[in-house]
C-alpha cells in the first residue's frame, strides 16, 4: 500500500517482557516520527529520524525504550521489560521533509501489558 | 514547555447541528498548527494553519487561527454521524516536533 504501515496491530506481553513494534513509512519519505498515545490523552512524542543524522531521542520516557530506523526506512521500536504503565497506541509516522509539514501516521500498534 | 489545550473533552450533537472545537497554545517560536481527525487508530490530517484571520475551508469543517490571542477553533457545520471522531489539535515550534492537545471526542447521534 501507499500509506505508513505498522505491526503487529495488536500486542499482549507480560510485564517484564522485551516487545518489538515494526513501523514501514511512506516510501520516499525522509523524516519519521514515534508517538504514544494513552487512554484518553493526546500524543506524546517519542523519537524522530531525520535522513542519516542523529535522532532526536528527547521523548523516550525511559532507558527501556529505544528505536532504530535500518537504510533510512523501516524503524523498530523496542520497549524492555515492559511495564503495565507502557500500555498505549504507538503511532509511527512519516513526512516528506522539505515539501510540507504535514505527517502521514500509520494505523498504530496497541500494546497491552498485563 | 510548549502546551496545547483542547476544549471541550467530548460533546454530544444531533445531526445537522454545528460544533465548534478550541485550541489554544504555548508554543515557543510558533510556526504553524494543524488539526486532525482520529477515527479509529490513524489520525488523518484536515488543516494546516499559519497565517492569522484566514480561514481555510473543506467542505463543511472550516478552521481558523489567531496568533495574537493564541487559539485556533474548528468549526463543523451540518453534522453527520461520520464526523464522529476525535479531533486532535497540534502546534508546531521552530524545529520538527509537533505538541499535541490531548483531543476532542466528538459523538453525532442520528
Known amino acids: 500500500g501507499a500509506g505508513v504501515s505498522q505491526s503487529p496491530s495488536n500486542k499482549v506481553t507480560e510485564k517484564g517482557k522485551d516487545v518489538e513494534l515494526r513501523c514501514d513509512p511512506i516510501s520516499g519519505h525522509t523524516a519519521l516520527y514515534w508517538y504514544r498515545q494513552s487512554l484518553g490523552q493526546g500524543l506524546e512524542f517519542l523519537i524522530y529520524?531525520?535522513?542519516?543524522?542523529?535522532?532526536?531521542k528527547s521523548g523516550l520516557p525511559s532507558d527501556r525504550f529505544s528505536a532504530e530506523r535500518t537504510g533510512g526506512s523501516v524503524s523498530t521500536l523496542t520497549i524492555q521489560r515492559t511495564q503495565q504503565e507502557d500500555s498505549a497506541v504507538y503511532l509511527c509516522a512519516s513526512r516528506l521533509s522539505g515539501v510540507t509539514y504535514e505527517q502521514y501516521f500509520g494505523p498504530g500498534t496497541r500494546l497491552t501489558v498485563t | 514547555e510548549d502546551k496545547v489545550v483542547q476544549s471541550p473533552l467530548s460533546l454530544v450533537v444531533h445531526e445537522g447541528d454545528t460544533v465548534t472545537l478550541n485550541c489554544s497554545y504555548e508554543v515557543t517560536n510558533f510556526r504553524s498548527l494543524l488539526w486532525y481527525k482520529q477515527e479509529k487508530k490513524a489520525p488523518t490530517f484536515l488543516f494546516m494553519l499559519?497565517?492569522?484571520?484566514i480561514e481555510k475551508k473543506s467542505g463543511r469543517l472550516s478552521s481558523i487561527l489567531d496568533k495574537k490571542e493564541l487559539f485556533s477553533i474548528l468549526n463543523i457545520t451540518a453534522t453527520q454521524t461520520g464526523d464522529s471522531a476525535i479531533y486532535l489539535c497540534a502546534a508546531r515550534g521552530n524545529d520538527y516536533k509537533l505538541s499535541f492537545g490531548a483531543g476532542t471526542t466528538v459523538t453525532v447521534r442520528a
Open positions: 499559519t497565517s492569522s484571520g
Open positions: 529520524f531525520q535522513g542519516n543524522s542523529a535522532p532526536d
